[in-house]
Structures are given as structure tokens and as C-alpha cells.
């Protein structure tokens, strides 16, 4: 069945209002080709003839319906790899763990936040990389992995990956040592996924009780976001993130000139931020 494409600007304009309010995310009126590229698919699926018969849905449904939720998540961006962009891993292995492992040598213990982790290879990269350098047998790891696309969460949850995903960015040894083979796709094993709690999580909705991080990886999301909301998502950072912590965003994303509160970490093309009062 073909969709037919276009809709009207009210069109467009009530799905802007509708992904800001339930996500934050703003979309320019110069997305309107983004918005058909994500819910031309979506329209088809639930059975519609256009995009503008999916509008019309979805005026009419429930606030929290399951059309919503998936109207939500078909706009979200869920790009990822393996090591993804580097620097910030090499910051991780080089500054940010021998640091930690000098604070922590009384607990032992490191707690991780993977915010926005989509399909979940960032918190697999980051336990890649704890694996090789922190005693096992010594020092317990907590990864929180979170997402707000509920297919993204359950994909995280599986660990599982088709060979052009494993290509991405994967090293080669810890493809051997770390992942096993199930028909054409590759499976993070079971003791590094135990070591993994994924669960949904909506960055403007009211946050759950969140334990204190020392590191948190929050990259390639406030740049979908206007300045209050980033400035609200950075405040409630700093109620998680412990006093000597480290945050991790996007290349293109600062806190400079939205939380004065944060200072960056000399660390080249790595864009992480510490408390100022550290």
C-alpha cells in the first residue's frame, strides 16, 4: 500500500506542539520532511492511507494512548555505535577510570548512567572497556542504561547485534572474548548484560529516585532540546551526579552559557564536565 505524504501546516504544526510536550525535542519548521520520513512508515503500519489520517488519530486519542507512545518514539533519533566518535572513551580509560580507582579504593564499586542509550551499544562499549581495565575480581560495576523508546529498551536488553552493527566501531578481540555467535547476529554475553539495568526513562518526565553516578553519559540529547529545557535536564544531573563525578555530552553540545555550575575537563575533542565545586 502507498501512504500519501503530505499534510497540511496545522498539520505539521499540531505535531510539533505534540513531540515538544511529550518529549522536548523541537522541530524546526524546516523538519517537515523529517516528521514524513518517520511516520510515513508508521501510517502505513497502523493501516492509514496518509500521514494526514495518522494526525487526525492521533488528535483524537488518549493523552497516553499506545498510538502516542509510538508516534514519540518513531521521532526520536536512535543512531549509535559501537565506540562511538572515541575521544570520550579514551578520556574514559586514560583520565576518568585511574581517577576514579583512586577515590573509589575504599568501595570498590563504580556506577555508570548510559542516558539516551538507544539500542545499547555505548553502556556495552563502556563495560568493554571497565572489563579490560579494572580488577574483576576486586570491583563491582552498576550500569544504568536508559532510554525512551521502549523497542530501543528492549533491544538494549537482548544485546543482540547484526554483523554490520558488530563492524561499527567493535574491536576485534572483544568481539572473540565478549560476544557469542547466534545464526548471522552476535550476543553480548550473559555476564556482562547481568551487569546492565535497562529500563525506560523519559528525561522531562518527573525522574524515578536514581542512584548517585560517577560517571554519566548523556550524549547527543540536549542538542535536541531549547536552553530551558537543557538547563532543567542539568539541574536534575547535578542531583545525581556525585560531587567528584564526570558527565559526558555530545560534540556539539555545552554547558557553557546554560549551567555556569559545570566546567570541562581538558581532554581533546572529549566534551566532559565536572562539578565546579571539585
Request: proline share 3%; charged share 25%; aromatic share 8%.
Amino acid at each position: 500500500m502507498s501512504i500519501a505524504i503530505q499534510g497540511g501546516t496545522d498539520d505539521f504544526d499540531f505535531i510539533r506542539q505534540f513531540i515538544r510536550e511529550r518529549s522536548a525535542i523541537v522541530l524546526d519548521r524546516d523538519k517537515d520532511y523529517l516528521v514524513e520520513a518517520r511516520l510515513a512508515p508508521l501510517a502505513e503500519q497502523k493501516g492509514y492511507t496518509s500521514i494526514r489520517e495518522l494526525f487526525q488519530a492521533l488528535r483524537q486519542a488518549p493523552l497516553n494512548s499506545s498510538l502516542a507512545k509510538e508516534v514519540v518514539e518513531a521521532m526520536t533519533t536512535n543512531e549509535t555505535s559501537f565506540f562511538r566518535d572515541m575521544a570520550p572513551f579514551e578520556c574514559l580509560s586514560s583520565i576518568i577510570i585511574p581517577d576514579l580507582m583512586d577515590r573509589r579504593e575504599n568501595t570498590k564499586q563504580l556506577n555508570i548512567w548510559s542516558g539516551a542509550c538507544s539500542s545499547g551499544q555505548e553502556a556495552y562499549s563502556i563495560l568493554l572497556l571497565l572489563n579490560e581495565i579494572l580488577p574483576q575480581d576486586t570491583w563491582k560495576i552498576h550500569l544504568l542504561a536508559t532510554d525512551i523508546n521502549s523497542a530501543m529498551v528492549a533491544r538494549a536488553k537482548l544485546g543482540k547485534y547484526s554483523q554490520l552493527e558488530i563492524s561499527r566501531g567493535l574491536p576485534t578481540h572483544m568481539l572473540v572474548e565478549n560476544f557469542h555467535q547466534d545464526g548471522v547476529m552476535w550476543q553480548v554475553s550473559q555476564k556482562l548484560r547481568n551487569l546492565v539495568t535497562v529500563r525506560e526513562f523519559n528525561l522531562i518526565a518527573k525522574w524515578p529516585l536514581v542512584e548517585s553516578k560517577d560517571v554519566i553519559f548523556l550524549r547527543n540529547v540536549l542538542i535536541y532540546f531549547d536552553v530551558e529545557t537543557k538547563r532543567a535536564i542539568l539541574q536534575q544531573i547535578k542531583r545525581v551526579l556525585e560531587p567528584d563525578g564526570y558527565l559526558f555530552l555530545g560534540g556539539a553540545e555545552t554547558t557553557i552559557g546554560v549551567d555556569e555550575d559545570f566546567e570541562r575537563v581538558d581532554y581533546p575533542k572529549a566534551s566532559c564536565y565536572r562539578l565546579r565545586s571539585v
